[in-house]
T-cell receptor, first 111, second 116 residues
Framework: DQQVKQNSPSLSVQEGRISILNCDYTNSMFDYFLWYKKYPAEGPTFLIS?????DKNEDGRFTVFLNKSAKHLSLHIVPSQPGDSAVYFC??????????FGTGTSLTVIP | DAGVIQSPRHEVTEMGQEVTLRCKPI?????LFWYRQTMMRGLELLIY????????DSGMPEDRFSAKMPNASFSTLKIQPSEPRDSAVYFCASSQQGLRYIYGYTFGSGTRLTVV
């Protein structure tokens, strides 16, 4: 069973607007969360992380929000750029264990 | 550093044949992971090693799959015999203890396997 779920397989956003990618998890013991970005024919690359002691982490145009009570995290990209078009994976882990990945959301930023 | 290096990039083989995928992790990384990407299950962990020792192989789908890490700089994933349902992109990733929760894993470019 998927412990990490990304229920939106795809998302289209106009350039300059905000992109919001969502991720839900089932294991309340997860305490580290990552977002990866993947371009075609390349491996996923690390984007941003957050630990469960925080509810927000920001890095430039990228912000990750964590809602532990809802077991939900989201990635906000503001402003969205065409180069952000990629597949985004969220991942979650309990300390000492492996990361579980979601199925990915394909983001298309329309110029 | 050249990053995580996987070979081959593409592999097309006939059903029943043996397939070997190769991975060279980043020097100094003590964890190595093999993942399979499919549309239905996303990135699925097959097996991972710590200091060349297999730690968790519960994700290996069947006995047809095996993985080895004979030394810190090389790992193989073997499928014998291969079947069409094994067609997927296989990723190798490595990480360093203590940093993996902050910076995650470094992935290779993957091997696209097609079994006909």
């Amino acid at each position: 069973d998927q412990q990490v779920k990304q229920n939106s397989p795809s998302l289209s956003v106009q350039e300059g607007r905000i992109s919001i990618l969502n991720c839900d998890y089932t294991n309340s013991m997860f305490d580290y969360f990552l977002w990866y970005k993947k371009y075609p024919a390349e491996g996923p690359t690390f984007l941003i992380s957050i630990s469960s002691i925080k509810d927000k982490n920001e890095d430039g145009r990228f912000t990750v929000f964590l809602n532990k009570s809802a077991k939900h995290l989201s990635l906000h990209i503001v402003p969205s750029q065409p180069g952000d078009s990629a597949v985004y994976f969220c991942a979650a882990s309990e300390t000492g264990n492996q990361f579980y990945f979601g199925t990915g959301t394909s983001l298309t930023v329309i110029p | 550093d050249a990053g995580v290096i996987q070979s081959p990039r593409h592999e097309v083989t006939e059903m029943g044949q043996e397939v070997t995928l190769r991975c060279k992790p980043i020097s100094g990384h003590d964890y190595l992971f093999w993942y399979r990407q499919t549309m239905m299950r996303g990135l699925e962990l097959l097996i991972y090693f710590n200091n060349n020792v297999p730690i968790d192989d519960s994700g290996m789908p069947e006995d047809r799959f095996s993985a080895k890490m004979p030394n810190a700089s090389f790992s193989t994933l073997k499928i014998q015999p291969s079947e069409p349902r094994d067609s997927a992109v296989y990723f190798c990733a490595s990480s360093q203890q203590g940093l993996r929760y902050i910076y995650g894993y470094t992935f290779g470019s993957g091997t696209r396997l097609t079994v006909v």
